[in-house]
């Protein structure tokens, strides 16, 4: 048994062993889980896809005259503007006005809230275009300027919803045309099978209970640093578990907020999802204390260990109905070829594993150097004890 | 006299697309064509992928024809750029490239592209959330005519 503290003490001392989450697989493998969790003290998870639910905090700084922003807009795209003066919050997905969308053909979705963020990271001006209502305290009422992230008085990352614990897989079962999704494009009969997940590399799925990421964990966030801020929105810890403990569809969720100025392009990427929309990938990474033998077994949880639900995304998921129409591993999607409704379907992902290793390398270097120490939660994540669960939303009006 | 196997990608212009040039090629000369892929729509730039056969003088003969009756001929692999830098690796095209132009590694996850496979079917360019697949090369594809 040891402490975060402990193991923060090593770090500090350069006696820490941290491995990946890919070792740790071999180490428990080989050594058993009794030996890796006395001889290993971290392992490094990683994650990489696109995760809708981000989006950006900025405070622009007060001009002369001051404004009360009403209304802005960053390269075209609509920022929220309902905060304080000069505070915007720019969705990942925000779309730039003017984008035809869907009306004539799958949309390209060339622009949107992810794209800006990841210009700001590249260094590019931005411009700024807002209006003001004009008050006594803030006389404008139009603002067109550039921005950048040096110039800005704070730019933070603030995603709501990511590192989803699982997620389902999905297929076209029943459109005769290939639809266009946000797990993307989805050939009929079923022809292909979209997945969404770094799988053994991923952050909760190496810890299924949230033993040790909850509020105030400190992560590897877009390439520099970054906190888990409490449960993402739809955290649902309830759905049904295999024997491991793995969540057999999409579970819990991370909300997390970190310094955008230190994050890297690399990792905060725009992305445009034809037919669907704009969106931002984003890059994370969790360190996972070992702190005893139960952590060194969920640590080495394997591809094979880790099933996920087959959905029809032609007709079941629009309607929010159906049930899943199967279920397959991790090491089957992986494998680039997976049997649905009893036919071989190739494999999509969406989820790039290089830069998930990657992510876990670059922790593990982090952590080894010292620059990286681990935080234990203030408060954990909500378990399944709790009983929480999505609620889905029945439309009523007022009589 | 060897023969000789050439693999070709054709631009047929509007105007060209309603004539059976391929057929009058092959009536005219001694060659096997075989289409491995094509999208040929009215009045719209067509494009096909295909590898001519036959004695050296022949398939030379085939393209000058093709060539002199307004079709661009182009070495194939030349439909499609990939942008090292702006791929992150998550191998959606190589899910769905169908001939397998699109690989991804099962050493370090890596997405690699064999231009000689690619039949610039185009939706690897859909496919890509990074923008890092780009119609481009000999033909100057737009990505309306994918």
């Given at each position: 048994m040891k402490s975060v503290e402990e193991i923060n003490t090593r770090i500090r001392e350069g006696r820490a062993v941290v491995v990946t989450a890919a070792e740790m697989k071999c180490i428990v493998e080989t050594e058993g889980t009794r030996a890796a969790a006395e001889r290993v003290d971290v392992v490094t998870t990683g994650t990489f896809a696109p995760m809708c639910s981000s989006g950006a905090l900025f405070n622009i700084g007060h001009p002369s005259p001051r404004i009360k922003l009403k209304t802005a807009t960053l390269n075209g795209v609509p920022a929220h503007a309902g905060l304080a003066a000069v505070d915007l919050f720019l969705g990942a997905t925000s779309l730039r006005e003017g984008d035809p969308g869907n009306s004539a053909g799958p949309g390209r979705f060339a622009y949107g809230g992810g794209h800006v963020i990841e210009d700001l990271l590249r260094g590019r001006e931005v411009e700024l275009r807002a209006t003001g209502h004009g008050t006594d305290c803030y006389p404008a009422r139009e603002l067109r300027t550039l921005i950048s992230l040096g110039s800005l008085t704070d730019a933070v990352l603030l995603n709501p919803r990511n590192c989803y614990q699982n997620y389902s897989v999905a297929v076209n079962a029943r459109s005769r045309r290939p639809i266009h999704t946000y797990m993307g494009i989805l050939q009929p009969g079923p022809g292909n099978a979209a997945y969404c997940s770094a799988g053994e590399l991923s952050p909760l799925l190496n810890d299924p209970f949230y033993r040790t990421i909850g509020l105030g964990t400190r992560i590897f966030l877009g390439g520099g640093k970054g906190y888990v801020t409490g449960h993402g929105t739809q955290h649902s810890p309830c759905v049904a578990r295999n024997g491991r403990g793995i969540p057999l569809g999409g579970s819990g969720t991370l909300s997390v907020t970190g310094d955008l100025r230190g994050m890297s392009p690399e990792f905060v990427r725009g992305v445009s999802i034809r037919g669907y929309g704009a969106s931002l990938a984003v890059g994370i990474g969790v360190p996972i204390p070992v702190l005893d033998e139960e952590m060194a077994f969920f640590t080495s949880v394997r591809n094979r260990d880790i099933s996920a639900p087959v959905m029809d995304y032609s007709r079941d998921y629009p309607d929010r109905s159906g049930e899943p129409l199967g279920h397959v591993t991790y090491e089957e999607l992986r494998s680039g070829r997976v049997v649905v409704c009893g036919r071989e379907v190739r494999t999509v992902p969406l989820s790039s594993l290089h830069q998930a290793g990657r992510i876990a390398a670059i922790l593990k270097d982090r952590i080894l150097e010292g620059s990286f120490l681990l935080s234990a939660p203030v408060e954990p994540l909500p378990g399944p004890d709790p009983g929480m669960c999505t609620i889905p939303l029945s439309p009523r009006l007022r009589a | 006299m060897s023969g000789v196997t050439k693999t070709v990608l054709l631009e047929f212009p509007p105007d060209q697309v309603g004539k059976p040039l391929v057929s009058r090629a092959v009536r005219g000369f001694e060659v096997e064509i075989n289409i491995l892929h094509a999208r040929i729509s009215p009045s719209e730039v067509g494009r096909m992928l295909a590898v001519v056969e036959g004695e050296e003088p022949e398939v030379e003969g085939t393209l000058d024809f093709l060539s002199s009756s307004g079709v661009r001929i182009a070495p194939p692999g030349e439909g499609l750029a990939l942008d090292e830098e702006l791929?992150?690796?998550?191998?959606a095209c190589a899910g769905l490239c169908p001939t397998g132009a699109f690989t991804v590694s099962r050493e370090d996850w890596k997405v690699a592209l064999d231009m000689t496979r690619c039949i610039a079917c185009g939706i690897c360019v859909e496919a890509c959330p990074y923008g890092a697949v780009t119609p481009g090369g000999a033909f100057g594809f737009t990505e309306a005519g994918l």
């Open positions: - | 791929c992150t690796h998550c191998g």
